[in-house]
């Protein structure tokens, strides 16, 4: 009879268990993988680096992670994708893997702000220059492009002035001079526009929006078709420490089940909303790129499937008092600065300078959520008429 194993004391057996539940387990749901530390079978396994897809760290993702980035790059039609911890985080990381003192940047004026304020804070003490150009610039930008250029940032729409790029002509006059071209994708989520299609070199998201999808998780990706760029990327992330949580990755996988029919019920009640606002005599300009008003409808109706939940009213006649009465007076819609999610949203900013300085005063933008699209109305209708007595 060989002896029976001897029994390890608590304290050992509370960490290494002496039994372990089956994990041959099938679910609809992907579990979430959490780890810091990844073992392995042999120190001669663990210092052989030869296979890049062999879990080695937690920093670079987990299986959780790594389903999730597999998704998001079949959604997108890329073939590499990274997560990293928010959108803002997504923008920053192409920076610095692409990027040296004495590059030069073009970034469109409609950018999201903490990607300028990058840009012209941060950048600019490490000797890389961003110069803004004209969204509606299109092939235009070939004159902007110099030697020292590496980058070209578009965003399309700009998510509160709404501007549609095109794009395609930009990836083109960009190619010919051998720069990259990347997108803030945020607004299509990978589904509206095909951002690959249209040339791009880079595409990022904030997931905070569409994909996560319920606004309560941060996180950004960054696809790729180049496998080349894809290592720049995975070699910043991994110096710059950006891992993220395989719980709030397997959120994201939860919400990417329901984006295709989320964005269409919140693609239909936007159009319905601006449908109606656009009838009222105090909207002075609709800035919605499937409206006339906006600059590149015509573009959206080249290059997109559908539009999103995002748009812009103007005021004009209105002074920042009446804006400001009339955000507040909203009950439906909460006053904050994200979108893409279940709850409707608005928001007003005093200092924005676009589209004109006078004008962005009075903008308001409007995120429309799952609600009924009748409340919606009314919510603003009783709005409206609290603002101007
Ligand atoms: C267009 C756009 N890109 C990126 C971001 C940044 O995303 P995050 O909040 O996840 O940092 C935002 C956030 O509002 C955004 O509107």
């Known amino acids: 009879m060989p002896d029976e194993p001897k029994r390890r004391r608590l304290a050992t057996r509370l960490i290494r268990p002496d039994r372990r539940a089956s994990t041959d387990f099938q679910s609809l749901a992907t579990s979430t993988s959490r780890g810091s530390t ?23 993702g987990t299986p959780t992670v790594r389903e999730l980035a597999l998704q998001i790059a079949a959604i997108e039609g890329a073939e590499h994708c990274l997560i990293v911890p928010s959108g803002q985080a997504a923008i920053a990381l192409p920076y610095f893997a692409f ?17 300028t304020e990058l840009a012209f804070d941060t950048l600019k003490d490490l000797g890389i220059e961003v110069e803004r150009y004209d969204p509606m610039i299109g092939a235009g930008i070939s004159d ?13 729409p700009g998510s509160i002035t709404m501007e549609v790029q095109d794009v395609p002509a930009i990836c083109a006059a960009a190619h010919e001079r051998g720069v990259l071209v990347a997108i803030d994708n945020t607004y299509g989520a990978g589904v509206l526009f095909d951002a690959y ?3 791009v070199d ?30 720049q990327l995975r070699a910043a992330q991994r110096l ?31 159009l319905k909303v601006a449908q109606w606002l656009k009838e009222r005599d105090e909207v002075t300009a609709l800035l919605h790129p499937a409206f006339p008003d906006c600059p590149g409808h015509d573009i959206w109706q080249r290059d997109w499937t559908g539009s999103a939940s995002i748009f812009s009213v103007i005021f004009g006649n209105w002074t920042r008092e009446q ?65 101007c007595p």
């Open 144 to 156: 902007l492009i110099r030697r020292e250029t590496r980058l070209i940032w578009t965003e399309s």
């Open 240 to 270: 710059l420490g950006m891992g993220v949580s395989p719980d709030d990755c397997s959120l994201v996988l939860r919400g990417l089940k329901t984006l295709d029919v989320r964005l269409q019920r919140l693609g239909d009640s936007a």
């Open 38 to 60: 990844v073992l392995f079978k042999s120190v001669a396994d663990a210092r052989d680096s030869s296979d890049p897809d062999q879990y080695r760290y937690g920093l670079y």
């Open 202 to 231: 880079i595409s990022v998201q904030a997931l905070t929006k569409y994909a996560g999808g319920h606004s309560d998780l941060l996180l950004g990706s960054i696809t790729t078709r180049d496998v080349k760029l894809d290592q």
């Open 197 to 199: 299609g249209a040339g």
């Open 99 to 115: 990027c040296k003192s004495g590059d030069h940047v073009l970034l469109t004026r409609s950018a999201y702000g903490p990607n």
């Open 323 to 387: 804006v400001v009465c009339f955000v507040d007076a909203l009950e439906l819609f909460g006053i904050g600065y994200s979108w893409g999610g279940a709850g409707s949203l608005v928001m007003t900013y005093g200092d924005l300078r676009r589209p004109t300085p006078e004008t962005g005063k009075l903008l308001v933008r409007l995120n429309v959520g799952l609600e009924d699209p009748e409340d919606l109305i009314d919510d603003l209708e009783q709005a409206l008429s609290r603002a």
